[in-house]
């Protein structure tokens, strides 16, 4: 176990000139000493253990994004198809107004 050593004192006066009342900056650094007093540098296993999960991660998101990508083509068939039918309907509509329009004008 290899302890990380810093200034803890100079630590709480930045963050006194940070805005942090003067026990919040010392117990805030104390705190920091106590957690970093116990840690262990990473090792390779410990970063190849962090590549394989960003891999996993990486595949996930992709069959992720690749579905999503899928649902949106099908959506956008779905409405493609809607307005095709809604246009069609308002053109036969129009159609329909203008000859019975067209019907009711006065012959001369």
Not at 41 to 67: C, H, M, S, W, Y
Not at 94 to 104: E, H, M, N, W
């Amino acid at each position: 176990m290899v302890a990380v050593l810093f200034d803890t004192l100079k630590l709480a006066r930045r963050l006194e000139s940070a805005g942090f009342s003067p026990r919040q900056a010392g117990d805030t650094a104390e705190a920091l000493a106590e957690v970093m007093s116990g840690a262990e540098p990473a090792t390779a296993a410990d970063l190849g253990v962090l590549r394989a999960e960003i891999a996993a991660l990486r595949t996930e998101f992709k069959a992720e994004i690749a579905a999503l990508r899928s649902e949106l083509k099908a959506e956008i068939e779905l409405l493609r198809r809607d307005l095709t039918i809604r246009l069609g309907g308002m053109i036969v509509v129009a159609v329909g107004i203008l000859l019975a329009a067209i019907r009711y004008l006065p012959t001369h």
